[in-house]
């Protein structure tokens, strides 16, 4: 990776941290898994080529908090989410997890049409044994079924109903970190505002 897009990666992640980390009202958002935010390098093969918060974001005393600093390699779930959906839509680059509740779904649901967003979900109970049973391998599975639920699109927000030790989670994806931060807490200050 040469220099200048290292500096250009690591730059938009720390202003889109800063972001994050600013915005109150993200942080009844972040779930038990905690949130993690990446950015993948162009072309991006493997989980060394993504961007992410090393130990992801938790919550300190009411606001957003990253609990180490951004690195490569630092994510693996959320790292393979956006490397699987590159496959399909490779300006696709950035992502950021957050909370799942039947209140969210339903406010995520029409605000995703007002903003003329695909939204989607990923029924994991129909996820087939064998990827339960092998760390990792259900990525791709997961990618399809966000994919085929949206009509073939790749949706900007999908989520994911729970499953046997899986908590339910939404995501938010983008072309960059900085995008990805300021919609996720526009989301979060808009739902917050209306409940």
Request: proline letters at 6%; one cysteine or more; a negative charge.
């Amino acid at each position: 990776m040469k220099l200048e897009d290292a500096i250009e990666m690591h730059g938009k992640m720390a202003i889109a941290l800063d972001i994050v980390e600013q915005c109150t009202a993200f942080a009844p958002l972040i779930p038990e898994v905690r949130t993690n935010l990446v950015y993948a390098q162009p072309h991006a093969q493997t989980t060394d080529d993504v961007l992410a918060i090393d130990g992801r974001i938790t919550v300190v005393n009411g606001l957003p908090k990253a609990a180490g600093k951004p690195h490569f390699g630092a994510s693996s779930h959320m790292a393979r989410l956006v490397l699987e959906l590159a496959k399909t839509d490779p300006s696709i680059r950035a992502g950021v997890n957050f909370a799942c509740n039947p209140s969210l779904v339903k406010w995520l649901t029409a605000y995703c049409a007002t903003q003329g967003w695909i939204f989607s979900v990923i029924d994991r109970s129909a996820e087939p044994e064998e990827m339960k049973e092998t760390e990792g391998a259900s990525m791709p599975w997961k990618v399809k079924e966000a994919i085929k639920a949206a009509g073939g699109r790749v949706p900007k927000v999908f989520y994911e109903t729970g499953a046997i030790g899986k908590e339910p989670v939404s995501v938010l994806v983008g072309k960059d970190p900085i995008e990805v931060a300021e919609e996720i807490c526009e989301i979060a200050r808009r739902y917050n505002a209306g409940r």
